[in-house]
């Protein structure tokens, strides 16, 4: 099985990207499996329905979110009813939507988790670590493949959670932070793993936001309203190949176009 993580969608030019990018790579790679971080694609910061059924309509198979996940109010009308968009996990108990699925492909059982760091990411939530144990415990012999999505900004958390999650999933992969990491591997019990898969959005910005804007902020320290950056987009994912017998992962391959 090889499974595409595609980094955070940073806006529609983002999107557009994606949709360039993903029918030849999913052809070239023999791509069987598709997971995209969808919680910045409107406009920078959220989701709506039109660009979630956008993304779905181009081949991808689930649409993980993150602490943007209910920055537009469309969200509520539709994240309960879309069978393949998941939030973090770890938000509060009772909150809408889901935080894992499972998607039968090529006769296998996938399970996608979405987790949200705790460290610097100014939002209440739960604890991923002990959530994310309670998960495996309730698919325990349900399914074929565990994938992780790791929305977090502390390297160290994330890191922490690989190790934490070796040889209990088939792969751990990092959002949030827009820049790739170098550091993919295979940990020692069979888990793929990478800090941070990227982003998916312009390349003359600060993490997909305008310079201009982001430096007046630095600058000043005044609130200085964001706005999304233009011009050529780069695509940014990862790619694990996971055996079909002993469920874990063979190969990691960073993608950067």
């Known amino acids: 099985m090889r499974i595409l993580a595609v980094g955070d969608l940073v806006g529609e030019n983002g999107l557009k990207r994606a949709s360039e990018v993903l029918p030849e790579l999913k052809k070239k790679e023999n791509i069987d499996f598709v997971i995209v971080n969808g919680e910045n694609v409107a406009g920078g910061m959220g989701i709506t329905h039109k660009l979630y059924k956008e993304i779905i309509a181009m081949g991808v198979d689930v649409v993980t ?12 009308s539709f994240i309960d009813e879309e069978e393949r968009l998941i939030r973090p ?10 935080g894992y699925v499972i998607v039968t492909c090529n006769e296998k059982k996938i399970a996608v988790i979405n987790l949200i760091g705790r460290t610097e990411m100014n939002v209440l939530s739960e604890n991923p670590f002990t959530k994310v144990s ?9 399914v074929d493949y565990i994938i992780v999505d790791f929305h977090a900004e502390a390297s160290a958390e994330k890191i922490a959670m ?3 999650l070796d040889g209990k999933v088939s792969a751990v992969f990092g959002t949030h932070t827009h820049v790739q990491t170098a550091d ?4 020692e019990n069979g888990t793929g793993y990478i800090t941070d898969i990227g982003m ?21 320290s005044l609130p200085e309203r964001y706005k999304l950056a233009e011009g050529k987009c780069v695509f940014s994912g ?20």
């Open 238 to 257: 990862c790619i694990f190949e996971v055996d079909d017998k002993s469920c874990r992962t063979t190969k990691v391959k960073r993608i950067k176009m």
């Open 184 to 187: 993919e591997t295979i940990l």
């Open 134 to 142: 309670s998960i495996l415990e309730e698919i325990k012999n349900k």
């Open 65 to 76: 979110l993150g602490n943007h996940t209910w920055a537009k109010k469309d969200v509520f």
């Open 89 to 98: 996990a770890n938000y509060s108990e009772g909150v809408l939507g889901k």
């Open 162 to 164: 690989g190790y934490y």
């Open 200 to 220: 998916t959005g312009p390349i003359k910005s600060v993490i997909g936001m305008d310079v201009k804007a982001s430096l007046k902020r630095f600058e000043t």
